[in-house]
């Protein structure tokens, strides 16, 4: 066959996928753009060039700096916990134990639990009144008093990790997991036979099968939790007094609740391009392991 | 009329080229073994032939016919991979049937076709199994069988046997041999493995850097090779290959103690001065210590049937293989001597046969 | 292989122990909360298991009286398997074409790239517009729109993982059945097809999971009991005047119950698709 019959062949295959992206993800994105420089309002009306005068309201609110902030923050401390809880979990699950596989069975569930599920369940966890967390703090001595976990500005978004990391953690565990069993035994061996200290097995041995596969899952989860939207609106809808109003969020609440379409999408685009560089950083790294791969 | 016409086949990668206009016309019944070593282009070749790749510049014509714009499925070819490439989702007797029920072959015709291909491969009672549950060998009779049924005008073998351990690689050799002894079909046969494209050939066409590089019966190939690579790479342990001057009539090899003597057909003709002096190691006779060639014993690999000796000719190594009865020590001093016209000269620039 | 200390042993056993604690605790006690009666759950201090468990919850969830609380929950489980489907199927039929042609076609191969980059994007860039083109054609509220607002999200993935798949199954198998005269669906149907079989179902679930979990596109474009999913209804009821909140927490039952158990019983298959890319890469 000849080779512009596949490639025609090819693009043929193609074409429905392509056709269907262009139409719910390209031409919504560019219209998006065009938004982002005009004053439309959601119910369609208004729409006149406005120039960077969004992009400009943007960049001078405060609300923009502190969600950028609390993002940020609630992005690199979640995935943190997730990183180590993750490994801690995986170098476990490597030990010869019995029920191992029923233990790497059960990492599963908070996975497969929906996200909606799971900030409904730690909501009902937190609550002020009759949450188990209260009750088990005070039936352990360790509060005096019932505390309203999600309705301090000053635990609220400590309470949204916790609930976030218990959800994504196991992940991380299973890729670290499944890395750590791509170890080939003979190597394993071999530093065994050399003398090799637990400490030093995982330095040299173990470290250089993670660092590829985690840093892709980190990269990941990072943009994931820059894109966070569900669990906080799930949990305290930005509240209180907006400590855990992050982008989407914020977004939301300008497109949709205030309707203002034209702010609403040049605050999107930032979000977008904050999201991009994360993405540019995962394409180098894939394209530095892909070089020279372990 | 010829089987298969190759006129000038080109290919390139992007701006790499593979094949640089390679010349073949095969007759009828002949088994032609393409052989060189991996990134030579036999491969590219053999897909160009299939119809899987195009040429970049070039025809091909199979029967008389011009095919180079032809579907693989309209070439009347047939092909064994290298992976066997079963269908793992249809039986044995499905897989060896697959062309004729594409052709539309009735039902009959198919079970009858399939099962004379099981008879001659003796693999008629897996004809109910699927390929998981096969070893290699049997993958790879499944895999000839789907090419026999078809009694195409031109068999195409991708390197079969390189996945079959050594024993079975033998007994596959033979049956292959039979085969093409039987059904006097036209195969062109891709491998890396000289002892195969040996004992299968009819011709070998020894490629290398996307060119033929000799095109001979294997006879041709290994007693009279047109270049010092085709010299290496034919033969095993290689060709010794001992850089000497010619000069008055006689080899002068630097460090020797005496020069050595002219092939009887070169004796007074004016040969250009550096060469490569070719001697297989089978050729080397063992004579007294102070023979023609005198060299140092380095190791002795003793086989069984005979042994293996590497050792230094004024500096230059030289390896032989001799009968076992008069056995050698590492460390000794032995010479050599040759029947003078078991060895070959090759231009030490060109690399060319002189 | 490894000779331990019993103390370590010990160690191990300790943190399996706790490691299985920190997961099944939240989860069990969303189920306990959901078998408690009322005053159980409000009792201080707390009563950690109900003396006797009242399943009268999942009864009013499934219960089919007119404006119960059953109805809207009911129907709300039906626009999410019927969206969730939808937008699976259409994703699947979609992906193998695009999949088999990345993998195969070299001059076709970048385009599935640019498809996977949108995966990149934020929701949000893409919700105003979405939002503004389903109210002009009339499909806001409605599940066709939102499941064709959901291949945003299946139809890259699905395609990404299909061509991992094709690109396992060995080029020679398509290469012999053309010389063997096979069309390119007749070799698609009848060769590779089965045996991309299990691929296709793993990423169909993965799909169906992606689809049933997704929460902001429905919450922004649904609004009432005909097209409202499962999670709308469900942040509904955890954010709105019910004081109940064992029936909360029955209703975060049902709607864990159709992934998880997926999950439980697809382990495998998940795992080593949620794993193999992070571990390929």
Redesign the interface.
């Known amino acids: ?1 000849t080779s512009t019959r ?2 025609t ?3 043929l ?2 074409l ?3 056709a ?2 262009v139409l ?2 390209g ?3 560019v ?2 753009v065009h ?1 982002s420089f005009t004053d439309a309002r ?1 119910a ?1 009306t208004g729409g006149t060039y406005v120039g960077l005068h969004n992009y400009q309201r943007v960049v001078n609110s405060p609300a923009f700096w502190s969600s950028f902030r609390l993002t940020a923050e609630f992005a690199l401390i979640s995935v943190t916990i997730e990183l180590v809880l993750g490994v801690a ?1 995986a170098l ?1 699950l490597n ?3 019995v ?2 596989n029923v ?15 799971n ?7 937190y ?1 002020p ?2 949450g ?1 967390l209260n ?2 703090l ?2 352990l001595g360790l509060i005096e008093s019932y505390r309203s976990w999600l309705g301090e500005p000053g635990t609220a978004l400590a309470a949204l990790i916790v609930a976030d990391a ?1 959800k994504n953690f ?2 991380v565990a ?2 670290a ?3 750590l069993q ?1 170890v080939p ?1 003979d190597i ?2 071999a530093a ?1 036979v050399d003398g090799a200290g637990a400490w030093a097995r995982f330095r040299f041995i173990f470290v250089p099968y993670l660092v ?3 840093t ?2 980190i990269v990941l989860r990072l ?1 994931e939790a ?2 966070v ?2 669990i906080i ?2 949990m305290t ?1 930005g509240g209180p007094a907006n400590s855990t109003r992050s ?2 969020i914020l ?2 609440q300008e ?2 609740s205030f309707q203002r ?1 034209g702010t ?2 040049s ?3 930032i ?2 391009l904050i ?2 560089l ?2 540019l950083a995962y394409a180098g790294i ?1 394209r530095r ?1 892909a070089g020279g791969g372990i | 009329m010829s089987a298969l016409d190759l006129k000038g086949i080109s290919k390139s990668f992007g701006r790499l080229p593979t094949l640089a206009g390679i010349d073949l016309t095969l007759d009828s019944g002949e088994f032609l073994v393409l052989l060189g070593a991996s990134g030579c282009g036999k491969s590219t070749l053999l897909s160009i032939i ?3 790749l195009d040429p970049t510049d070039g025809k091909v014509e199979i029967a008389g016919r011009d095919v180079t714009r032809v ?3 309209d ?1 009347d ?3 064994v ?3 066997y ?6 039986s044995v007797a499905r897989n060896i049937g ?2 004729l029920e ?2 539309g072959a009735s039902k009959a015709a198919r079970r009858e076709a399939v099962n004379r291909a099981a008879e001659i491969l003796q693999i008629s009672h897996l004809l109910d199994r699927k390929p998981a549950a096969l070893s290699g060998g049997q993958r790879q009779r499944v895999a000839i069988g ?1 090419a026999l049924v ?1 009694e195409p005008k031109l068999f195409l073998f991708d390197e079969p046997l390189s996945n079959l351990d050594a024993k079975l690689r033998m007994e596959m050799r033979s049956e292959l041999k039979r085969l093409h002894q039987m059904l006097a079909a036209t195969i062109v046969y891709v491998t890396h493995d000289q002892i195969e494209a040996m004992t299968l050939a009819t011709r070998i066409a020894v490629m290398r850097d996307g060119r033929i590089e000799q095109l001979g019966t294997p006879d041709e190939i290994y007693n009279c090779p047109a270049t010092s690579f085709v010299a290496e790479f034919v033969g095993a342990p290689p060709m010794n290959l001992i850089r000497a001057r010619a000069e008055g009539g006689a080899l002068h090899v630097a460090g020797a103690p005496q020069p050595l003597p002219l092939p009887p057909e070169h004796t007074g003709a004016g040969l250009k001065a550096e060469v490569l002096l070719g001697i297989r190691p089978e050729a080397l006779r063992l004579v007294d210590a102070n023979g023609l060639m005198p060299v140092d014993v380095d190791l002795v690999e003793f086989t069984g049937p005979e042994q293996v000796v590497d050792t230094r000719f004024a500096g230059q190594r030289l390896t032989a293989i001799l009968p076992p009865e008069r056995r050698v020590a590492p460390g000794s001093r032995i010479a050599f001597r040759w029947p003078p016209e078991r060895i070959h000269l090759f231009d030490a620039e060109t690399r060319r046969r002189v | ?2 000779r ?1 200390s019993p103390a370590f042993t010990v160690f ?2 300790a ?2 122990l706790l ?2 604690l ?3 605790a ?2 069990a ?2 189920f306990i ?1 959901s078998i408690s009666p009322a005053a159980d ?2 009792a ?3 009563r950690w298991w109900p003396e006797e468990p009242d399943f009268s919850r999942y009864r009013a969830l499934f219960s089919l009286a007119q404006n119960s609380i059953g109805a809207g929950f009911i129907s709300a489980l039906w626009n999410s398997l019927r969206v969730a489907g939808m937008a699976t199927i259409a994703a699947i ?3 193998v ?2 999949a ?3 993998s ?2 070299p ?2 191969g970048w ?2 790239g640019l ?1 996977v ?2 995966y ?14 389903l ?1 002009h054609f009339g499909m806001l509220n409605n599940v066709f729109g939102l499941a ?2 959901y ?2 999200i299946l ?2 993935f699905t ?1 990404w993982l299909l061509r991992s798949g094709f690109d396992l199954i ?1 080029k ?2 398509e ?8 069309r ?1 669906d ?1 070799a698609l149907r ?2 590779v097809l ?2 991309m079989a299990p691929v296709i179902a793993t990423a169909a679930l993965f799909a169906f ?1 992606l689809a ?2 997704e ?2 596109y429905a ?2 474009f649904t609004s009432n009991e005909q097209a409202k999913t499962i ?1 709308v209804a ?2 509904d009821l ?2 709105g005047r019910v004081s109940d ?1 064992g029936l ?2 029955a ?2 039952v049902v ?2 119950l159709p ?2 158990l ?3 019983v697809m ?1 495998r298959a ?3 698709g ?6 390929k ?1």
């Not at chain 1, 900030?119 to 966890?125: A, C, Q, Y």
Request: hydrophobic letters at 60%; a positive charge; aromatic letters at 10%.
């Open positions: 066959m596949l490639t062949r090819g693009w295959m193609m429905p996928l392509l269907v992206m719910v993800i031409w919504p994105f219209q998006t938004y959601l369609g979990a476990l030990q010869e134990l029920g191992r233990l790497r069975g059960l990492m599963i569930l908070p996975w497969a639990l929906p996200t909606v599920v900030g409904t369940l730690w909501r009902l966890i609550n009144e009759y188990a009750a088990a005070s039936q218990w196991p992940l299973l890729i997991l499944a890395a791509a035994r394993r061996t065994m590829g596969p985690l892709v899952a943009i820059f894109k939207f569900d609106w799930i809808r982008l989407s977004v939301y497109a949709f379409a609403g999408s605050l999107a685009l979000v977008t999201v991009m994360l993405a894939m392991s | 299939a119809g899987l579907a693989p499925k070439r070819i047939a092909m991979f290298q992976s490439a079963l269908y793992p989702s249809l697959f062309g594409m052709r789907r078809r | 292989m490894d331990r191990v056993y943190m399996a490691l299985a920190v997961i099944l939240p989860m006690w969303l909360m759950l409000s201080r201090p707390l039929a979609l992906a074409p695009a088999w042609a990345s195969r076609v001059r076709v385009s599935l498809v980059a949108s990149m994007l934020p929701p949000v860039a893409l919700s105003v517009p979405l939002y503004m083109g109210a064709i607002v291949l945003t139809a890259p395609t060995p020679e198998i290469a012999a059945a053309a010389i063997d005269g096979a390119l007749q009848i060769v089965p045996l999971l049933w979990d929460f902001f919450l922004l999670t469900l942040a955890a954010g909140y909360i927490a209703a975060g709607a864990a992934p998880v997926i999950g439980l382990q998940l795992i080593s949620l794993t193999a890319g992070g571990v890469g």
